[in-house]
């Protein structure tokens, strides 16, 4: 396994009524083309208008967060809910630094 950072994140629509649950190894460009691809219905993502960042975990090595998304993806809204309030409680959406 090859070590370095990917992150799985949970975006959604200025609205707030769409999750997107995603892994990247980086957070930042690839919000930046959830950003582009916004209102292109060739993707969820892009269809719903999700490039707002609500969440967001770090792994080190890939298959570790591959795996974890895979588990957010089975869970429903209000457990999603639940665990991005544990983290993010007021829902503001978040900016990444360099």
Same mark, same amino acid.
């Given at each position: ?7 799985? #994140? ?9 999750? #997107?649950? =995603? ?17 292109? @219905? /060739?993707?969820?993502? =892009?269809? $719903? $208008? ?5 969440? #967001?975990?770090? #792994? ?10 895979? /588990?957010?993806?089975?869970? =429903? ?9 544990? /983290?993010? @409680? $007021? ?8």
């Amino acid at each position: 396994m090859q070590s370095h950072n990917y992150f799985v #994140y949970i975006i959604t629509n200025p609205g707030k009524t769409v999750l #997107y649950v =995603g892994v990247t190894n980086d957070l930042m460009t690839r919000l930046d083309q959830h950003k582009a691809n916004r209102g292109k @219905p /060739e993707t969820f993502a =892009g269809r $719903y $208008y999700c490039y707002q960042l609500l969440y #967001y975990e770090r #792994y080190t090595f890939v298959q570790h967060a591959i795996e974890r998304e895979k /588990e957010l993806k089975l869970l =429903g809204r209000e457990q999603k809910m639940e665990l991005i309030k544990s /983290e993010n @409680p $007021y829902l503001r959406f978040l900016k990444v630094d360099d």
